[in-house]
């Protein structure tokens, strides 16, 4: 089970009306939405802008669902990377409301050149980011690589 004390970025949301069901309870693919919301604002403390500075594409996502979030509640958008390998990282996400943990996720992105798609490694000033970074340090699986 996530807990909130071990991600690092804790990003606040409101739950907007567009993103709910006709009960007022936000529809489960949305949640997909905030890990990506939360991906963005990951890159974005460790000091980089997206797809304007790294290419990653998202090979797995899941998510378990524990409890539904609603209509116009505060939330925190977690996130942190949990592993980083030769060319892929795993990213674990997990959206709080107060401190009841209602969904987590594990997401996975491949690093690769955008025209080709062809995997390519994870370049060695991204890594260091993610290291300075993360206060939970992430497991390493890289060859020819410290850690």
Not at 92 to 105: P, V
Not at 117 to 133: E, N, Y
Request: net charge negative; hydrophobic share 40%; with cysteine.
């Amino acid at each position: 089970m996530a807990e909130k004390a071990s991600f690092t970025l804790l990003h606040p949301l409101r739950v907007r009306w567009a993103e709910c069901d006709a009960q007022g309870i936000v529809f489960n693919v949305n949640y997909f939405l905030y890990f990506d919301v939360a991906m963005t604002e990951w890159l974005r403390a460790i000091g980089l802008q997206g797809d304007k500075t790294m290419d990653f594409f998202t090979v797995h996502a899941e998510a378990d669902y524990r409890s539904s979030a609603r209509f116009d509640e505060m939330l925190d958008i977690c996130a942190r990377c949990a592993r980083l390998g030769e060319t892929s990282m795993t990213i674990e996400a997990a959206i709080f409301r107060g401190d009841d943990l209602l969904t987590t996720g594990k997401l996975i992105y491949v690093h690769a050149d955008r025209d080709t798609q062809a995997k390519t490694s994870l370049p060695d000033d991204f890594i260091a980011r993610v290291l300075d970074f993360e206060k939970t340090p992430p497991e390493m699986k890289t060859s020819g690589r410290a850690g």
